[in-house]
Nanobody, 124 residues
Framework: QVQLVESGGGLVQAGGSLRLSCAAS???????MGWFRQAPGKERDFVAA????????PYADSVKGRFTISRDNAKNTLYLQMNSLKPEDTAVYYC??????????????????WGRGTQVTVSS
């Protein structure tokens, strides 16, 4: 099994950048991974996913061109670089892993393992 711990969240102004990290206690070599977010009073939504070797990276329409997902399997770490942040990006961000290694599975808001989340707040 894999345990996931997010870090890097914080308070930034609109237009700013933030880089989130997700450290895994187990090996992530065989897992597709992704990021999700949940704003206050709303459902948890898919943000981005990445295949086992990083070749496939689907993104939610709302973050395309602004966010970049990446991974370092040797360090068992997942990243989310967030640029041009908007107030509507404010949410708790969660990293997740899919044992089936499919980004399509993650894109449909499914995952086998979840982190505890890190707060991202974007002020106007």
């Amino acid at each position: 099994q894999v345990q996931l711990v997010e870090s890097g969240g914080g308070l930034v102004q609109a237009g700013g950048s933030l880089r989130l990290s997700c450290a895994a206690s187990g090996r992530i070599f065989s897992y597709a991974m992704g990021w999700f977010r949940q704003a206050p009073g709303k459902e948890r939504d898919f943000v981005a996913a990445i295949s086992r070797m990083g070749g496939t990276t689907p993104y939610a329409d709302s973050v395309k061109g602004r966010f970049t997902i990446s991974r370092d399997n040797a360090k068992n770490t997942l990243y989310l670089q967030m640029n041009s942040l908007k107030p509507e990006d404010t949410a708790v961000y969660y990293c997740a892993a899919s044992s089936g290694s499919s980004t399509d599975f993650l894109s449909r808001n499914n995952a086998d393992y979840w982190g505890r989340g890190t707060q991202v707040t974007v002020s106007s």
